[in-house]
């Protein structure tokens, strides 16, 4: 029979949150890799979203401006 129940409290879950992430409100761990922003805590997959909404208005089109 399966009765072999696993047992969490031998492995408890030890984690430390560290900070919260300015970019998605979550947390982030200790042991994390995290990306300090001028103040700002962003976690290391929320860098690259982070970073196109900080520049969103540095994206332009490639396009000759027309003199008419
Ligand atoms: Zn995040």
New binding site residues.
Partial sequence: MLDKVPDYRLDPPEDRVFAM?D??G?EIYEGEEYYDIEGDN??E??FDEYIREEYADCRKEAEFSRAW
């Fill in positions: 992430c970019h998605c979550r962003i976690h997959d929320c």
